[in-house]
Nanobody, 124 residues
Framework: QVHMVESGGGLVQAGGSLRLSCAASGRTFSAYAMGWFRQAPGKEREFVAAVRWSISSTYYSSSVRGRFTISRDNAKNTVYLQMNSLKPEDTAVYYC?????????????????WGQGTQVTVSS
């Protein structure tokens, strides 16, 4: 079982930056792939970024690649999402998730545990 709590969301102007954190419980944190997803009102939850146990294995959606960076600190059981050059279309509730195994990490079905979400609002 993995329990996760996101933090770091808020209101920022377009072009600004935010850093989301996701603190996870569980001794086997390092064995899980970790992902970030987001859901805007009236839209489906969509993949943002993911990282496997090794920091060298990262994945990004085309809409955030080059602006967002995912990282993890296994010693702290924490995954981060650094978001730069934010746009109004990045406004959404952001969720972190944990996935067992080595399956696909770019879809919601690949994840076993989810956090409660943190709101990110980007004003124009």
């Amino acid at each position: 079982q993995v329990h996760m709590v996101e933090s770091g969301g808020g209101l920022v102007q377009a072009g600004g930056s935010l850093r989301l954190s996701c603190a996870a419980s569980g001794r086997t944190f390092s064995a899980y792939a970790m992902g970030w997803f987001r859901q805007a009102p009236g839209k489906e939850r969509e993949f943002v970024a993911a990282v496997r146990w090794s920091i060298s294995s990262t994945y990004y959606s085309s809409s955030v690649r080059g602006r967002f960076t995912i990282s993890r600190d296994n010693a702290k059981n924490t995954v981060y999402l650094q978001m730069n050059s934010l746009k109004p279309e990045d406004t959404a509730v952001y969720y972190c998730a944990a996935a067992r195994g080595s399956g696909v990490v770019t879809g919601t079905s690949g994840y076993n545990y989810w956090g409660q979400g943190t709101q990110v609002t980007v004003s124009s």
